[in-house]
């Protein structure tokens, strides 16, 4: 990993889906993700933090304008 304790790496993911077979209906969720854990425990669902939804018929065709926002606040 890395060899500064003091900092903890991270992953930003985006997935995107159809809630609904008979409506379109999309939404997307940008998460981010912290690496720094045990391989064991990497993939649970207890180091994975849902940053936004954006829900709509369609799935977002401009993600900058979202992750823009994301970005500023860090």
Same mark, same amino acid.
């Given at each position: %990993?890395?060899?500064?304790?003091?900092?903890?790496?991270?992953?930003?993911?985006?997935?995107?889906?159809?809630?609904?077979?008979?409506?379109?209906?999309?939404?997307?969720? &940008?998460?981010?993700?912290?690496?720094?854990?045990?391989?064991?425990?990497?993939?649970?669902?207890? @180091?994975?933090?849902?940053?936004?939804?954006?829900?709509?018929? @369609?799935?977002?065709?401009? %993600?900058? &304008?979202?992750?823009?926002?994301?970005?500023?606040?860090?």
């Amino acid at each position: %990993m890395l060899d500064d304790t003091t900092v903890s790496p991270y992953v930003l993911g985006i997935d995107g889906f159809q809630p609904y077979k008979w409506k379109v209906h999309s939404i997307t969720v &940008v998460f981010l993700k912290c690496l720094d854990f045990a391989d064991r425990y990497k993939g649970g669902g207890s @180091n994975i933090f849902p940053l936004m939804l954006i829900e709509g018929p @369609n799935e977002p065709t401009d %993600m900058s &304008v979202y992750l823009r926002i994301i970005a500023d606040e860090f």
